[in-house]
């Protein structure tokens, strides 16, 4: 007999059990009912305003996790929560939350805008004329929000001097980056680079400069203190002037005895005053490049 | 005698706290340290020196670990002199609003594969193919709202700084 009342009361606690168990389920389902799908934006671009489906019904606190903000908002659910222009400007991606008795969450992708400047970096500043490959360059494009454009692009590279386009180069970027290389021409002066994506461009230039010296001719006449001795205009082998400060080495023999002076080049032309009282063999050299042999009697 | 054996079980659990705090240190640096894997075989058009090669690792990892620190300690002191340009501007402008609306984040058990796979003619540009995993936490306040393992693609632009490289821009994608 005690068994049976036993075994009913026991029947009648689980039965509670089983109710609480069965009402928290039904809660629980409530409570997710009011939190629905979130259905993130599929094709945001930067600084354009983007649409957040989140369904369900009731209160909610809405996060938005971006590569260069964080957003937190209270909205009923139900209704699209909008992301202002401003609130996606970094390209990337982003983790859309939301909190009601639980939490969820989804991510898209905030893709660059158009192309609106270029990173277009050009080595080197200075360059001498007639050397193969020597100058080299990189351009990146960008949008308003500096974000690295990474879908392929072509750019347009462009070799100009005076004015007259010496040729161009096109080529597709390859993950946000295109680059180029390019020999000097034969005429120092300034070289125009530029690079162009979509119609938006970036200039820089590039100074080519004479190369070694070529050729290199001297005269010398004795004077009170030994012999004057100066070049001819030093210039490379295409016929450009070399820069100013370019070293010409003078050396002269005298007997056993040799004099070297260092001259820089002053106006395309190097001058050293050699000091010699015999007979004088002088010779130059600038870079690589050896000029003739001046011979000078004694007391000439 | 009873008092010394007080104090010499004193300076033995005050020994042993010290240990374990010191423990408890290292363990938190070994788990913070980001794993970094750089494959440069791929660097075109120019071949990376092996004394670079080991510079971007380093420098690499340090501005994630200090990426990290930032985003949980709300400060944006960690990312001085390791990212520079949009890259320290997104990553500023986050922890500024992270901290206005009480939140913060945390890059756990970082894992990055990373391919170069652009080298500038002259050195000065180089493009990195990172594929990260970490956990993310997010909290609000002290209530976690977002936990979970991410594999995130991430494109990286990194520039020869003073005495490192530093992050110039970084930008996570859906797909290399």
Known sequence: MSWLINTALKIRSWGRVA???LAALCLGAVAFAQLGEL???????????????????GNATFYLIGPGSTMKREIKLGQDVTLQPQETQAAGRYLAIVCADTCLSSYFFVAPGKPASIAFLVHPSRAPVGQNSIISGVAMPFDEFQNLILSPANVSFELAADGKSLGSHETPTHFGAAWFRSSSGRTAGTLQLTATINGVSMRRVVQQVASEPCNLRIKGQRNAKGVL????PVRDCAGNPVPDGTIVTFTAKDGDDTDTVDAPVKKGVARAQMIANGAVVISAASGVVMGNELHIAGGQ | MRKISKLTRFRRAALLIAAALLAASFTFAADAAPEVQLNTSKAAPRAMESLTERAILRDYKFAWYNLGLAMESNSTAPLNALFVGSANKWLHDAVDSQRRNGLSSRYLNQTHKVDAVFYSPEGDVLELHDTAGYDLKVLDGSKMIHN?????????????GADRWVVRDIQAVPQF
């Open chain 1, 229 to 232: 001795v100066e070049t001819d």
């Open chain 2, 148 to 160: 979970e393992h991410v594999t995130v693609y991430y494109v990286v632009l990194m520039t020869p």
């Open chain 1, 39 to 57: 259905r993130p934006p599929t094709n945001a671009v930067a600084g354009n305003s983007a649409s957040i489906a989140i369904e369900g019904g």
């Open chain 1, 19 to 21: 109710f609480c168990a």
